[in-house]
């Protein structure tokens, strides 16, 4: 299960969410998206805590979580 997602559209490579990961699984792509920036992406979705820190640190609203529903 995806737990962190992020809009590659709207990432402008600020690397505030690479800072913030305490778990250090954020890291900025080599590639390019659209408008020329090199996106954030998580290396390891398994070790994810969803802390939330990198989707309140982002300044363009381009990280979500996800949260698995225990029953």
Do not use: H
């Not at 962190?4 to 954020?26: A, F, M, N, T, W």
């Not at 939330?52 to 949260?67: F, K, Q």
């Amino acid at each position: 299960m995806e737990r962190v997602s992020i809009d590659e559209g709207r990432c402008k490579s600020c690397s505030l969410c690479v800072s913030v990961c305490p778990v250090k699984i954020l890291t900025i792509s080599d590639r390019l998206n659209e408008r020329g920036f090199r996106p954030a992406e998580c290396t390891d979705q398994a070790k994810c805590t969803s802390c939330g820190w990198c989707a309140v640190v982002c300044p363009d609203v381009a990280i979500a979580l996800y949260r698995e529903v225990k029953a």
